[in-house]
């Protein structure tokens, strides 16, 4: 069992930058996958940014690309996502997910509420 632990939303305006935290425990992060999906009101959820457990390169939805960075930290079973220039379109609540090769089969944070002002 992994259990992932998201922080850093909050309310900020447009333009502005978040930076979103996920702490696992229980197991070491260095072998799966990990990504942030988010799910706003109405919305199905979708994936925002994955990056492979080894190697690889990180991928990104077309609508965050140029603006948002994930990263990870094996060292700290950590994995973060830089998000700037944020639009309100963006307002949604962001879950943390780690996995072996379906997101959906995998372990998902408890999410944290991002909200962009106009």
């Known amino acids: 069992q992994v259990q992932l632990v998201e922080s850093g939303g909050g309310l900020v305006q447009a333009g502005g930058s978040l930076r979103l935290s996920c702490v696992a425990s229980?197991?070491?992060?260095?072998?799966?996958?990990m990504g942030w999906f988010r799910q706003a009101p109405g919305k199905e959820r979708e994936t925002v940014a994955t990056?492979?457990?080894?190697?690889?390169?990180?991928s990104y939805a077309d609508s965050v690309k140029d603006r948002f960075t994930i990263s990870r930290d094996n060292g700290k079973n950590t994995v973060n996502l830089q998000m700037n220039s944020l639009k309100p379109g963006d307002t949604a609540v962001y879950y943390c997910v780690a996995y072996y090769s379906d997101p959906f089969s995998g372990y998902w944070g408890q999410g944290t509420q991002v909200t962009v002002s106009s």
């Open positions: 229980g197991r070491a992060i260095i072998r799966y996958n």
């Open positions: 990056i492979p457990w080894i190697g690889g390169t990180p």
